[in-house]
């Protein structure tokens, strides 16, 4: 690798010249084109009534996939200009056009789910056993099935249609929100003006004092925006209900589940298993408190770094550790790595005017990925960086399958992502050189448990009240507070002194309109990845080889069928999460034992 390394990305291979580029402006002509071709052979074609006349759905089907590729590169460069630079006025006209052309092509899949829906049972069988169906029969079936508990094609366009101005245009409001989101902090004798992403980082300092203070002004900054983010989370969530009554579908968890893949019986496993081990990492969070010298944790205690043994880790020296373990477990998955490294796949340079958090995007029809970030220093942050270099190898090892094969979903994508971050985080347990750091290093990768097993479970717990209140009119600032606190008591066990009651106007994953319940998958992933990291060390060099078999899986079933495959277990009983959940047991016990002397 070169040193010191580029911290900014490099978005001119896809379309030079960013949110003025001419060749960008031209593809998305093209694309309009191609979608108005899809739509106009959809509306003429017919359902096959026999296996040996599919030539014109295998059209149909091929030049579906071509869209869904384009409008994927498409999405990812609008998005990752926007999230580079708020300020980006262009950039922001291009993600309308983009969503307006998104919601086009969906609006004719409606047609095509029609014609899916025509075709005799019998003959649906024999052409999913016919390429070019094969290698995409779970994706089409699950089309064909979804499609018959949705309304007519005409509504069903209708909605599509709407949602651009009805349901996006919301998400759209939020995110101007934070890109006009300030805080203003005092640094070496000067007053610097933070972005949202900045300003969150800073949230992780190891003076106490000073974190509880930036906490407040956090908290005050958002209170400042809770009017503009209230109204984009209570009109996006009518939407969203408004939706769901007239196809008739009365839980709010139906439409997430489908999405992922997933059986309710399995959630409910997977919260239930957690809920009875809570009380563990609890006495974790008490023990953390009487190092850090305080009765109760505050909020922002739960991460932060323990005493003064947190160090600055530069972006060269983050970079080197992730690539250094990955190549421990996977050559090919550090090759990648450097790659992205080296050709500047990643932006992760600390400055104004970013998008807060964190993503990693494809862009399909390139072959590449892209990967956003503000790289700070902390330990965190790699865990952060390792985190979406996960997700970039997960989409480099399906580079070469059928498009809709590549559909994967959030909680097997954050599955890869989280399986990235414990070969990291593990390794540097396993490699501690004295105690006091394995202290350390223990206590960052039990803050990602509390991370999954608590905050995540309060964000489910509140949106799933949030969603009930909402069914039955607007639910004020206030209200959205009182929710917010009480979720995260209930799902911290009040084991906090201070809360975050403005979490839901801080946090972005609320406002995403392409998946709905951005939250439960987090914990899915991070305990499933769990799994099958027990797997590869149990197996060692040998299951390369099956972790990208596994990988290539994702599109293609749903993630009982997938666990039963890979690891030969049934998620929908509890056992798998409980060994899952003892693996990060395991940890607090450690931590407990070496830090008894102390507490």
Known sequence: MQTPLNQTWNLDTFFPGGSESAEFSAFLQELKSSISSFQNQVRAAVSPQQASDTDGLAELVKLLQTILKNVHEAESFVGCLLADNQADKKAAVLSGQVKSLYAEYLSSLTLFDQILTGIPDQVWHELLHQEPFTSIAFPLNERRLLAKEKLSPELEALINDLSVDGYHGWSDLYDTTVGQFRMTVEENGQKLELSAGQAFNKLHTENREERLRLFDQWEQAWADKADYCAEALNHLAGFRLQVYKHRGWNSIHKEPLAINRMQEQTLNAMWDTIDRSKHIFVDYLNRKAQLMGVPKLAWADVDAPLGDSAKTISYDEGAKLIIEQFERFSPKMAAFSAQAFEKRWIEAEDRPGKRPGGFCTSFPVAGETRIFMTYGGTANNVSTLAHELGHGYHQHVMNDMPALAQEYAMNV???????????????????????????????????????????????????????????????????????????????????????????????????????????????????????????????????????????????SMTVEEFAQKHLGVDLTQPDFWQKAVDMAIADVEQFMKLTAEQA
């Open 413 to 555: 994508a954050e599955t890869a992502s989280t399986f990235a971050e414990m070969i990291v985080a593990d390794a540097a347990v396993k490699g501690a050189t004295s105690d006091q750091e394995r202290i350390t290093l223990l206590e960052d990768k039990i803050q990602r448990s509390i991370a999954f097993f608590m905050n995540i479970h309060a964000r489910f717990i509140f949106e799933t009240n949030f969603y009930a209140e909402r069914s039955k009119g607007l639910v004020s600032v206030e209200r959205l507070n009182e929710l917010m606190l009480s979720a995260q008591k209930e799902a911290f066990q009040d084991a906090l002194s201070s809360y975050h009651p403005h979490f839901w106007a801080s946090k972005l994953h609320f406002y995403a309109t392409d998946v709905p319940f951005y939250n439960f998958p987090y914990t899915f992933g991070y305990m499933f990845s769990a799994g099958i990291y027990a797997r590869a060390v149990e197996e060692g060099p040998a299951f390369e080889d099956k972790y990208v078999e596994l990988l290539r899986d994702t599109g």
